[in-house]
Every structure is written in C-alpha cells, then in structure tokens.
C-alpha cells in the first residue's frame, strides 16, 4: 500500500500539555499515552484510505515549548496541513493557539493563499473542568478560516476524523462541501449548503463548456459553408475570365490575320508596280526619238 500511496505532510501544534502527543499516538497506535513527556519533535507514519485515495501520512509531533520556536519555521515551511490543539479544560491555551496560527500564516501565506488548518479543542472528556465553550471556539476557527473539532485523546473521539479532516482538505484545497465529519464548524447543514452550491457550480461550468463547443462546432461549420462558397465563386469567375481571355485572343489573333493579309496584299501590289515601272525604262543604247538598234558584232 506504501508504495502506491500518496503522502501527505501534516503538523501538530499547540502550547504545552495539550494532548498533541496523545492524539499522535492514539491515531497511529491505537493507545492513550496517560503520562506526559515533553516533546522535541517526534515523527509518525500513518497509512490509511481517504475518499478511496491510498494515503501515507508522515506526522510531525512538535514541541510546544517557547525555546522551540525557532525550529517552527522549518516544519511550517514543508508541512502541508495543520492541526493547531489547544486544550478545552486550560482557557490559557485557547488564548495562546493565535500565536501558532500567526505564525503558519506568515510562513504560509506567502507562499499559497489557502492553508488546511484544523483547530482541535482536546480533553473534550472532561466536561465538568471544561472552560471553553463551543460558540467561542467556532468564532475562532471562522476568524482562521479553518474547522473546529473536539476530540478526546483517552477515549478516541473524533481523533480519526480530525485527521482525515484535516488530509480532505489538503486534497481539495478548500474547506467547505468537501465532506468533513464530525466537526462542529462547519456543520452539517453548512456542510450541505456548500456541497449543493459546488454541485450546482459544477453543473452551471458544463453547460458553459457544452455552449461554447456548440459554438466552435457551429463557427467552424460556418467557415467552411463559406470557404466552399467562396471557392465556388472563385472558379466561375477563374472560368469566365478564362473565356473572356480567350475571346480576346481570338479577336487579336483574327486582327492580325487580316493586318498580315493587307500586308501581304500590299506587298504584292508594290512588286506588280515595281514590274511594271522595270518593264517601262528604256533599254540601253536604245535613242529617245526612235533611233534603231545598233549592234556591234
């Protein structure tokens, strides 16, 4: 499966003591870490099937620490999807998550104009120590353009959907009608709403595709009633100037006919005359008042 698998790169980031190793291991091992461990950077391989697309997802689990930040910008420069934790039970860290996400977008933003990022409010377990309510976090995740999420990591809720989520997407590049599951925003009905207007948009682009090739069908068909009617009338009018040269060469050749007969005609008067003028002059030694022939033997 590994080998024909498309891979995809995402990053779990969030303060400290939030869970995000929990949720790693959770995904990938099926267990729940119950004893916290701070992390540096840990890296996960998870293979699994999204929309029918065999999917390789290398996980990066980062430190949460301040002194790690400076690492940030490198893991945020090759990661392709975001999962930014907080912790519903700790309001300090749902404060301190924008921090996180200003930070994606000044590395992102430069370079894509939309970034996958899944907000995820863990512990969701813990009702009774819960400081978060679900209207404030969507307001947050609207204000991120990203979904929203609440998962626990020690029972297992939502923690596949917030990942496959988050790989949804990646693929598509958008965030509403793209079938994400179990996410408090968008909901279901924004879900529904988004996946008609795409259906629609989709249906409205063939139609428009459909016109236009009636269109080049239609011009093309036009252009060659004209290129043949226009050749048509190019060799009725190549025939009549044919014939009109032909005429005319005719007439010139009839005129020179009868300008060389004229000739001819003239020629031979010339030669009579000149005959008759010949014929005409005295012989020599012959008088001019009708002397007689002398001859000298």
Do not use: W
């Not at 290129?227 to 032909?246: A, E, L, P, V, Y």
């Amino acid at each position: 499966m590994s080998s024909v698998a498309k891979e995809f790169r995402l990053v779990v980031v969030g303060p400290p003591v939030v869970g995000k190793s929990a949720l790693t291991i959770r995904l990938t091992q099926s267990e729940f870490a119950n004893e916290y461990d701070p992390t540096i950077e840990d890296s996960y391989r998870y293979y699994c099937n999204i929309d029918n697309t065999p999917a390789s997802l290398d996980i990066l689990d980062t430190a949460g620490q301040e002194e790690y930040s400076s690492m940030r910008d490198l893991y945020m420069k090759t990661g392709e999807g975001f999962l930014l934790v907080f912790s519903l039970t700790d309001r300090h860290t749902f404060e301190e998550i924008s921090t996180f996400y200003n930070q994606i977008i000044r590395v992102k933003g430069e370079t894509v104009q939309f970034v996958p990022m899944m907000l995820v409010g863990n512990k969701n377990d813990l009702i009774d120590e819960r400081q978060v309510s679900h209207e404030e976090a969507i307001l947050l995740a609207k204000k991120f353009n990203c979904a929203y999420i609440e998962t626990s990591a020690k029972t297992g809720l939502n923690v596949v959907e917030a990942f496959h989520g988050l790989v949804k997407m990646v693929m598509y590049g958008d965030l509403m009608g793209i079938g994400l599951e179990n996410t408090l925003y968008p909901n279901k009905m924004e879900e529904l709403k988004a996946q008609e207007s795409k259906k629609k948009l989709i249906e409205q682009n063939s139609k428009n595709e459909m016109n236009t090739r009636d269109n080049t069908n239609n011009n093309n068909n036009n252009n060659k009633n004209f290129n043949s009617s226009f050749n048509g009338n190019n060799t009725t009018n190549t025939t009549d100037n044919q014939n009109n040269t032909n005429t005319i060469n005719n007439n010139n050749n009839t005129s020179s006919n009868v300008i060389n007969s004229d000739n001819n005609n003239s020629k031979e008067n010339n030669n009579k005359q000149y005959v008759q003028n010949t014929s005409s002059k005295p012989s020599a030694g012959a008088k001019e008042n009708g002397g007689g022939c002398c001859t000298i033997m």
